[in-house]
């Protein structure tokens, strides 16, 4: 059960590593939002979801963290969402938009490391 939740964990950092990893080649050329992106969030929060479960451990679960985390992650979604919305309309994202979409998604890292 222990290596079982290990590849979770893996799976939920790669989807990490996919959305941080696009934006960031983003962020140094046009700055638009990418169907990557949005697949890297899908990953991770999945996955995320999935270790938020009780199973394969015999220590309890910090939910206030989950939920914080849970609340960023949704946030992060909904400035994919709209962002692509608005690419399509009018051929480009709000740079305020774009860079909390790279803002959060750090903070939910950085959440995840130093919070214990």
Sequence with gaps: MEILRHVVVLVHLTGFAILFG????????????????TWGML??????????????IDYPLNYTKLGVKLVV???????LGIGTAR????????????????ILTFL?????VLWR
């Design 22 to 37: 696009a934006w960031v080649v983003e962020a140094v050329g046009q700055r638009r939002v990418t169907r990557l992106m």
């Design 43 to 56: 990953v991770a929060a999945v996955a995320g979801l999935a270790l938020a479960a009780p199973w394969g």
């Design 73 to 79: 992650l949704l946030a992060i979604g909904a400035l």
């Design 87 to 102: 690419q399509r309309k009018t051929g480009s994202v709000p740079p305020a938009m774009f860079w909390l979409v790279g």
């Design 108 to 112: 939910n890292a950085a959440l995840a």
